[in-house]
């Protein structure tokens, strides 16, 4: 191991390629470090994108030697091969300038999956009161801290060969709204994944949950939702129109 | 996919799983056995419950094919969804007929 890291870096659109930089190796270095050090040392033109740098935000997410990850939360130290390092943008949304992807896709697609609260209540009402143990608290807590870093989207298959596919990080949201007690309309969430593109179209890869930065289990919750909608079809009581 | 094909796909696979299951363990008793095809049909023919049995099999293959059929080639070609439905209708339906000909060949005639 040297004192300087070989770094590989996507340059330019779709159409670009890699630059190599050397990049001085420190102790406790994340990728993201590496990123800032050669847009603030050798190229102010490097684009790339951050902001909490502490794994809440979600929007460093890059392609480090090969695979989709969290780079504020990455150290250097496990993810090189030897000195090398190639960091590419994220995978399955379109680039638009060198570590910068376009991530309209995932959030149309995050915001057709309808996992949002639908309330029924008033300020007048009460406070919902849901027991923190019951069954359906429980699952939406183990699918609720997402961060939408679209780590999952972008490792996921089925997303790369099928363009309208939902994705995990979207379903596994929906999901989580289909667990609130409090949630007036059910029927909109499974409507919503219920069409060509949602969650039926999942093979239980399981590449979401294989690299979920914060260990979250999208394919259980896809798994859950095929369950709900199978469940619903066959007592008649999923409205398709 | 729609709900309707899922569902009926899961559902043709839960009926596959122990018709499989005894579909391999009569070939290999046909075979180790060594029964002959004579022997073989003196057994099946005539018999209600083995006709019902092998209808079921085929029928749960034709739709489960079928339908698996249809989302390989949504997913891996560029055929509209029309053409991938006529190809995996035609599919069933062949499937069908080659099925239930061979079991009405073994069972009743």
Sequence with gaps: ?241 | MTPLAFVLQRLSALVMVPVVIVHLGLVIYAVRGGLSAGEILGRTQGSVAWGLFYTLFVVSVALHAGLGLRNILDEWTALNRGATAAIAHLFVVLTLLLGLRAVFAVTVS
């Design chain 1, 1 to 241: 191991m040297s004192d300087t890291l070989e770094v590989r870096i996507w340059r330019g659109g779709a159409e670009g390629g890699l630059v190599h930089y050397n990049v001085p190796r420190q102790a406790s270095q994340t990728v993201l470090d590496v990123v800032t050090w050669v847009q603030r040392n050798d190229d102010p033109s490097l684009a790339y994108r951050f902001a909490c740098r502490v794994g809440m935000c979600g929007s460093c997410a890059m392609t480090v030697n090969g695979r989709p990850r969290w780079t504020c939360r990455t150290h250097v130290d496990k993810v090189t091969d030897g000195d090398s390092l190639t960091i590419e943008p994220l995978g399955n949304v379109p680039v638009i300038k060198d570590l910068a992807a376009d991530m309209t896709p995932f959030f149309e697609k995050w915001q057709s999956a309808r996992g949002r609260f639908h309330g029924a209540a008033t300020r007048r009402d009460a406070y919902a009161r849901i027991k923190p143990d019951s069954p359906a608290r429980q699952t939406a807590n183990a699918h609720v801290e997402c961060i939408n870093c679209a780590v999952c989207y972008s490792a996921c298959d089925v997303v790369s060969w099928r363009k309208e596919y939902l994705g995990p990080a979207a379903l596994n949201r929906a999901w989580v709204a289909f667990n609130d007690e409090r949630d007036a309309h059910l029927g909109y969430v499974l409507r919503s994944v219920a069409v060509n593109g949602g969650c039926m179209s999942c093979h239980t890869h399981q590449s979401c949950t294989q690299h979920c930065p914060v260990g979250l289990d999208p394919s259980a919750a896809i798994a859950g939702l095929k369950k709900a909608l199978s469940r619903a079809y066959l007592s008649g009581r999923l409205k398709l129109s």
